[in-house]
T-cell receptor, first 116, second 115 residues
Framework: NAGVMQNPRHLVRRRGQEARLRCSPM?????VYWYRQLPEEGLKFMVY????????ESGMPKERFSAEFPKEGPSILRIQQVVRGDSAAYFCASSPRTGGSNQPQHFGDGTRLSIL | AQTVTQSQPEMSVQEAETVTLSCTYD???????LFWYKQPPSRQMILVIRQEAYKQQNATENRFSVNFQKAAKSFSLKISDSQLGDAAMYFCAYRSATGTYKYIFGTGTRLKVLA
């Protein structure tokens, strides 16, 4: 039973390029959350998605960041025109549709984004 | 807005001894969940233990237990018989029982286990 799969594990980009981070939730999970972890800090919520819908994007920067979770395929976190400050570990977590708040989120191993 | 505070950036414990990690939170909600996650150098986020706010009984998972004080908004983690493999960052997290269920994390406590 595969867990939450994130790829790539490490991503290196130059300033101004685009970064695409992928997340495949656990089988049977239809809720996806993205978090960002800056060095020596805790995880900060970015966005919560269900299939084809953004439910809560209150933690997303207003510019350059976008997220999607299409009907088919993984969830994508996209960062356009990356800057040095985007360097961080980005974690995806998933939870099942049923069960509501009682269900803990299951985390992927994260993608470490480094900006040169 | 809810906040989570971990006031101990780093803690050390001797192998086989007991250590307690502190966590306080602030909320106006009455129904919520609290979690402790462990993050070893591999960067995985591993669920250690969780507590439902409506339960008075403290949660326990093998060597891990919590001291949940709802009125004081305190949620400490006790690790008994510490092992070298317990060395990691530990994050306390809050989640509302309503709304979008997003986690609010503390800044973490780095636990070192001394042989």
């Amino acid at each position: 039973n595969a867990g939450v799969m994130q790829n790539p594990r490490h991503l290196v980009r130059r300033r101004g390029q685009e970064a695409r981070l992928r997340c495949s939730p656990m089988k049977g999970h239809s809720h996806v959350y993205w978090y960002r972890q800056l060095p020596e800090e805790g995880l900060k919520f970015m966005v919560y998605l269900q299939k084809e819908n953004i439910i809560d994007e209150s933690g997303m920067p207003k510019e350059r960041f976008s997220a999607e979770f299409p009907k088919e395929g993984p969830s994508i976190l996209r960062i356009q025109q990356v800057v040095r400050g985007d360097s961080a570990a980005y974690f995806c977590a998933s939870s099942p549709r049923t069960g509501g708040s009682n269900q803990p989120q299951h985390f992927g191993d994260g993608t470490r984004l480094s900006i040169l | 807005a809810q906040t989570v505070t971990q006031s101990q950036p780093e803690m050390s414990v001797q192998e086989a001894e007991t250590v307690t990690l502190s966590c306080t939170y602030d909320t106006s909600e009455s129904d919520y969940y609290l979690f402790w996650y462990k993050q070893p150098p591999s960067r995985q986020m591993i669920l250690v233990i969780r507590q439902e706010a409506y339960k008075q009984q403290n949660a326990t998972e093998n060597r891990f237990s919590v001291n949940f004080q709802k009125a004081a908004k305190s949620f400490s983690l006790k690790i008994s018989d510490s092992q070298l493999g317990d060395a990691a960052m530990y994050f306390c997290a809050y989640r509302s029982a309503t709304g979008t269920y997003k986690y609010i994390f503390g800044t973490g406590t780095r636990l070192k286990v001394l042989a």
